[in-house]
């Protein structure tokens, strides 16, 4: 194989890799992102459990001073019932007290309720601060994962730099710049395989005499479609 293409074959690569590797990295503030709206789930559902119970709460004891301003109606009715001359007065009383008497059970029954309510809601509070506070290890071991893999990608990048630089030298400007210029134009691939007599990038079906010159590996031929450089594999002669 031509030297020349050999290396243009190894800087393909490694641009393959980079190319992936910083596409990882543009990944990672999403990634950071949806963790933290996982982490702001649970915080919400912890402020709702929270709201919920002490909405409870006042209500439950609006019910409290209800019952018992009724129960002071009542005492002073009672004491007044003592008081009253007539036949027509002691009924109208007793009405009076009846009603009140209806109305401390009608509220002690909506107590009892409110009490029974109160330990669920009290039970979801607890349950809703113990998933947040798994989330957040949760949330905090994923960060310290994504921290290590963006080291990595930013360490095979650094790698990848070196690596292209040594390849690089050994090539001419002319060359270079061919596979720069391809690269900026084409999404970074500049050197693709030929395969079953079609450029394997834009699956142009190649001229057979062209293809017989990409098979010699002995040249640098461009695809007369995308303009890319193309090369043959050697596994495919193998197969062949």
Request: proline residues 1%; glycine residues 4%.
């Amino acid at each position: 194989m031509l030297p020349e293409l050999q290396q243009l074959i190894r800087l393909q690569q490694l641009e393959n890799t980079a190319t992936e590797a910083r596409g990882q990295l543009e990944f990672i503030p999403a990634r950071f992102e949806a963790i933290e709206a996982r982490l702001a789930t649970h915080a919400e559902r912890v402020d709702a459990s929270n709201l919920a119970l002490s909405e409870h709460r006042t209500a439950r004891a609006t019910l409290e001073k209800d019952v018992a301003e009724v129960q002071v109606r009542l005492s002073r009715f009672k004491e007044q019932l003592m008081a009253v001359k007539t036949n027509k007065e002691y009924q109208a009383m007793q009405t009076e007290i009846a009603g009140g008497e209806r109305e401390v059970g009608r509220l002690e029954d909506q107590l009892l309720e409110r009490m029974l309510e109160a330990d669920d809601l009290s039970r979801n509070a607890v349950q809703a601060e113990q998933q947040l506070a798994e989330e957040r290890k949760a949330v905090d071991a994923e960060r310290a994962r994504i921290e290590e893999e963006r080291t990595a990608l930013e360490a095979k990048l650094t790698t990848f730099d070196a690596a292209r630089n040594t390849v690089a030298e050994q090539l001419s400007a002319h060359v270079m710049n061919l596979f720069d210029t391809l690269a900026r134009g084409r999404s970074g691939v500049a050197v693709v395989e030929a395969r079953q007599g079609r450029c394997t990038s834009c699956h142009v079906r190649l001229r057979p005499q062209l293809f017989n010159d990409i098979r010699s590996n002995n040249a640098l031929v461009q695809c007369e479609s995308c303009q890319r450089i193309l090369y043959f594999a050697e596994h495919q002669a193998v197969a062949g």
